[in-house]
């Protein structure tokens, strides 16, 4: 696992494989190893960046002092991405994951060559936008 310094925390990913990136999203109580099985299926053709979530995996708790967010999440992507030196990349999230999935493409659409997601918690980020 590699680390980075972020948000006043260490944040956790793995990198490997070589070719078109992909980052994956772990679901809630998972961690980054959930994509272990497709990942070896994958890594052959693809460079796969998979980050822990704060208070997930090996990434430490939340140091911030409110809540944490998907867009608390989301800055931990940009941060990885970024520590990763990936300009482009496909996106998929599961579940948690595909919440702060479509948090990380607000931010930056133009990274994301594409978007999957896979049973995606989206209710609260339609509550916080009002239509929940």
């Not at 972020?6 to 980054?32: E, F, K, M, Q, T």
């Not at 997930?56 to 911030?64: A, I, S």
Request: net charge negative; charged share 15%; hydrophobic share 50%.
């Amino acid at each position: 696992m590699n680390r980075i310094a972020h948000a006043a925390g260490l944040v956790a990913y793995s990198d490997r494989g070589s070719g078109p990136a992909i980052v994956l999203l772990h679901a809630g109580g998972s961690s980054s190893v959930q994509w272990n099985a497709v990942a070896q299926h994958l890594e052959t053709d693809f460079r796969l960046v998979l980050p822990d979530f704060w208070d997930f995996g090996q990434t430490g708790p939340w140091p911030g002092a409110a809540p944490l967010t998907h867009d608390d999440q989301a800055a931990l992507v940009a941060a990885v991405v970024k520590a990763a030196c990936i300009s482009r990349y496909h996106l998929v999230g599961h579940s948690y994951g595909g919440a702060t999935a479509v948090r990380v493409v607000m931010r930056d659409p133009a990274a994301a060559c594409s978007l999957i997601l896979i049973e995606p918690m989206l209710a609260p980020l339609l509550a916080a936008a009002g239509d929940g």
